[in-house]
Protein backbone atom coordinates (compact mmCIF):
# COMPACT_ATOMS: atom_id res chain seq x y z
CA UNK A 1 0.00 0.00 0.00
CA UNK A 2 1.56 3.22 -0.59
CA UNK A 3 -0.25 6.87 0.18
CA UNK A 4 0.33 9.69 -2.48
CA UNK A 5 -0.42 13.53 -1.24
CA UNK A 6 -0.34 16.47 -3.95
CA UNK A 7 0.68 19.94 -2.88
CA UNK A 8 1.54 22.89 -4.12
CA UNK A 9 -1.35 23.92 -6.75
CA UNK A 10 -3.38 26.68 -6.84
CA UNK A 11 -4.19 29.94 -9.69
CA UNK A 12 -1.65 31.52 -11.40
CA UNK A 13 -1.80 33.88 -14.49
CA UNK A 14 -0.56 33.01 -18.03
CA UNK A 15 3.23 32.67 -18.37
CA UNK A 16 3.81 31.82 -14.07
CA UNK A 17 4.89 29.29 -12.94
CA UNK A 18 4.19 26.27 -10.24
CA UNK A 19 5.96 23.34 -8.66
CA UNK A 20 3.77 20.58 -7.72
CA UNK A 21 4.82 18.24 -5.01
CA UNK A 22 3.66 14.56 -4.58
CA UNK A 23 5.21 12.80 -1.22
CA UNK A 24 5.00 9.03 -0.51
CA UNK A 25 4.58 6.98 2.14
CA UNK A 26 4.09 3.27 3.22
CA UNK A 27 5.42 0.58 1.17
CA UNK A 28 6.95 1.71 -1.92
CA UNK A 29 10.76 2.40 -3.17
CA UNK A 30 12.23 5.67 -4.01
CA UNK A 31 12.91 4.61 -7.56
CA UNK A 32 10.25 3.05 -8.61
CA UNK A 33 8.90 4.49 -11.56
CA UNK A 34 6.24 7.45 -11.19
CA UNK A 35 4.54 9.75 -12.97
CA UNK A 36 2.22 13.24 -13.28
CA UNK A 37 -1.50 13.20 -14.79
CA UNK A 38 -4.20 15.37 -15.40
CA UNK A 39 -7.48 15.50 -16.28
CA UNK A 40 -9.54 18.60 -17.18
CA UNK A 41 -13.20 19.20 -17.33
CA UNK A 42 -14.68 17.34 -19.89
CA UNK A 43 -11.65 15.54 -20.82
CA UNK A 44 -10.00 12.52 -20.19
CA UNK A 45 -7.44 12.03 -18.09
CA UNK A 46 -3.86 12.55 -19.70
CA UNK A 47 -0.37 11.38 -18.82
CA UNK A 48 2.14 13.87 -19.03
CA UNK A 49 5.26 13.32 -17.27
CA UNK A 50 7.17 9.72 -16.07
CA UNK A 51 10.71 9.19 -14.49
CA UNK A 52 11.57 5.64 -14.42
CA UNK A 53 14.39 3.89 -12.08
CA UNK A 54 17.35 5.27 -13.68
CA UNK A 55 16.00 8.82 -13.85
CA UNK A 56 14.93 8.45 -17.50
CA UNK A 57 11.78 10.48 -18.23
CA UNK A 58 9.28 10.86 -21.14
CA UNK A 59 6.76 14.13 -21.67
CA UNK A 60 3.43 14.27 -23.38
CA UNK A 61 3.74 17.00 -26.47
CA UNK A 62 1.53 19.20 -24.65
CA UNK A 63 4.01 19.98 -21.92
CA UNK A 64 6.99 18.99 -23.46
CA UNK A 65 9.86 21.86 -23.27
CA UNK A 66 7.68 23.45 -20.35
CA UNK A 67 7.38 20.75 -17.45
CA UNK A 68 10.47 19.32 -15.82
CA UNK A 69 9.36 16.04 -13.47
CA UNK A 70 11.91 15.02 -10.49
CA UNK A 71 12.26 13.52 -7.80
CA UNK A 72 14.22 13.53 -3.99
CA UNK A 73 14.72 9.89 -3.63
CA UNK A 74 15.79 10.50 -0.22
CA UNK A 75 12.62 12.48 0.56
CA UNK A 76 10.36 10.16 -1.11
CA UNK A 77 8.80 13.19 -3.10
CA UNK A 78 7.84 13.62 -6.44
CA UNK A 79 7.91 17.10 -8.24
CA UNK A 80 6.66 19.15 -11.14
CA UNK A 81 8.16 22.06 -12.34
CA UNK A 82 5.62 23.36 -14.73
CA UNK A 83 6.80 26.85 -16.62
CA UNK A 84 4.99 29.22 -18.92
CA UNK A 85 1.61 28.18 -18.25
CA UNK A 86 -1.20 28.45 -20.31
CA UNK A 87 -5.04 28.20 -20.02
CA UNK A 88 -5.16 25.06 -21.48
CA UNK A 89 -3.32 23.57 -18.27
CA UNK A 90 -5.94 24.29 -15.85
CA UNK A 91 -6.74 20.99 -14.76
CA UNK A 92 -6.62 18.35 -11.11
CA UNK A 93 -3.42 17.16 -11.42
CA UNK A 94 -2.65 13.24 -10.01
CA UNK A 95 0.64 12.14 -9.41
CA UNK A 96 1.03 8.11 -9.66
CA UNK A 97 3.24 5.33 -8.54
CA UNK A 98 3.56 1.89 -10.50
CA UNK A 99 5.72 -0.18 -7.82
CA UNK A 100 7.91 -1.29 -10.82
CA UNK A 101 11.55 0.00 -12.20
CA UNK A 102 10.02 1.16 -15.64
CA UNK A 103 6.84 2.03 -17.02
CA UNK A 104 4.11 3.44 -19.00
CA UNK A 105 1.59 5.68 -18.44
CA UNK A 106 -0.50 2.73 -18.22
CA UNK A 107 1.06 0.71 -15.40
CA UNK A 108 0.26 2.90 -12.27
CA UNK A 109 -1.22 1.23 -9.51
CA UNK A 110 -1.40 3.73 -6.55
CA UNK A 111 -2.74 7.38 -6.88
CA UNK A 112 -3.21 10.65 -4.98
CA UNK A 113 -6.08 12.41 -4.76
CA UNK A 114 -5.42 14.94 -7.37
CA UNK A 115 -4.85 18.68 -6.90
CA UNK A 116 -6.38 21.72 -8.42
CA UNK A 117 -4.03 24.09 -10.84
CA UNK A 118 -5.78 27.34 -12.30
CA UNK A 119 -4.21 29.43 -15.16
CA UNK A 120 -6.41 32.53 -15.92
CA UNK A 121 -5.43 34.98 -18.51
Known amino acids: QVQLVESGGGSVQTGGSLRLSCAASGNTNGRYCMGWFRQAPGKEREGIALINHDSSTRYADSVKGRFTISRDTAKNTLFLQMNTLKPEDTATYYC???????????????WGKGILVTISS
Open 96 to 110: AASGRWFCGYSDMRA
